[in-house]
């Protein structure tokens, strides 16, 4: 009997003992913890990379026309000498009764930082007035480099001139035919020019080889070694 009651009271103890170690114990979850972790910060761009290289803007212009003059002026002082008939004012400056591929214009434009550059390339019946090429149906109107000064900027190269009140393409003009000024103003120089704005007030100054580009030789820019000089004063009117 007294075995007996020995072993339960060792029995007794052991199982006392493992529930109390059992119970210091913490809980464990029966799913597995996530611990979460703060996301890399991004990596910087190279200093190469932090601006897009400037893009170049282009643009496309197109003419066609047909031209019919009820006069029938005459044309024997055809271009491109002298022109004194009616043609002088046709949209594509040749003939009537006819269809004309007037202009086909390609232009490029951009600017990195205070240099800015501009190019137009025409093909069609009026592009032998802005050129000086023997190929009269393709010619490079514009081909310029600026640079701003703050104050004052630079323009040098091939331009279009600031003198008279029509432009070589057809769509910036307000109308279809031409005026008589038309045939007695320059197209475009080649030469240097400066502009400067104050306030509402813009003026300039430039020199250039000849009254226009078209005068020019083909082989000489300037024949006679003269240059011409043109001031530029304008203000702007704004209307409330």
Same mark, same amino acid.
């Given at each position: 009997?007294?075995?007996?009651?020995?072993?339960?009271?060792?029995?007794?103890?052991?199982?006392?003992?493992?529930?109390?170690?059992?119970?210091?114990?913490?809980?464990?979850?029966?799913?597995?913890?996530?611990?979460?972790?703060?996301?890399?910060?991004?990596?910087?761009?190279?200093?190469?990379?932090?601006?897009?290289?400037?893009?170049?803007?282009?643009?496309?212009?197109?003419?066609?026309?047909?031209?019919?003059?009820? *006069?029938?002026?005459?044309?024997?002082?055809?271009?491109?000498?002298?022109?004194?008939?009616?043609?002088?004012? %046709?949209? *594509?400056?040749?003939?009537?009764?006819?269809?004309?591929?007037?202009?086909?214009?390609?232009?490029?434009?951009?600017?990195?930082?205070?240099?800015?550059?501009?190019?137009?390339?025409? %093909?069609?019946?009026?592009?032998?007035?802005?050129?000086?090429?023997?190929?009269?149906?393709?010619?490079?109107?514009?081909?310029?480099?600026?640079?701003?000064?703050?104050?004052?900027?630079?323009?040098?190269?091939?331009?279009?001139?600031?003198?008279?009140?029509?432009?070589?393409?057809?769509?910036?003009?307000?109308?279809?035919?031409?005026?008589?000024?038309?045939?007695?103003?320059?197209?475009?120089?080649?030469?240097?020019?400066?502009?400067?704005?104050?306030?509402?007030?813009?003026?300039?100054?430039?020199?250039?080889?000849?009254?226009?580009?078209?005068?020019?030789?083909?082989?000489?820019?300037?024949?006679?070694?003269?240059?011409?000089?043109?001031?530029?004063?304008?203000?702007?009117?704004?209307?409330?």
């Amino acid at each position: 009997m007294r075995k007996v009651v020995g072993r339960l009271f060792v029995t007794a103890a052991v199982a006392g003992m493992a529930s109390v170690a059992q119970a210091d114990e913490p809980a464990r979850p029966d799913f597995p913890v996530v611990v979460p972790q703060e996301a890399p910060a991004p990596a910087a761009a190279p200093a190469c990379c932090e601006q897009p290289a400037p893009a170049v803007n282009w643009t496309f212009g197109m003419s066609t026309s047909f031209v019919y003059d009820f *006069n029938s002026p005459d044309t024997d002082a055809a271009p491109p000498g002298p022109v004194f008939g009616n043609n002088g004012m %046709y949209s *594509n400056f040749e003939q009537d009764e006819s269809f004309n591929i007037d202009l086909v214009q390609l232009g490029l434009s951009g600017e990195r930082g205070k240099l800015s550059y501009g190019a137009k390339l025409d %093909y069609g019946d009026l592009a032998r007035l802005a050129g000086d090429s023997a190929d009269g149906d393709i010619a490079l109107q514009e081909a310029l480099i600026a640079y701003d000064f703050d104050s004052v900027v630079a323009t040098a190269g091939r331009f279009g001139t600031p003198v008279g009140y029509e432009l070589l393409e057809p769509w910036g003009n307000p109308n279809i035919s031409r005026s008589w000024t038309w045939i007695a103003q320059p197209i475009n120089h080649d030469g240097l020019k400066l502009n400067s704005s104050f306030d509402i007030v813009d003026v300039g100054v430039g020199v250039v080889n000849r009254f226009t580009v078209a005068d020019q030789d083909i082989l000489m820019n300037d024949a006679d070694d003269e240059k011409g000089v043109f001031r530029l004063d304008g203000y702007y009117r704004f209307s409330r």
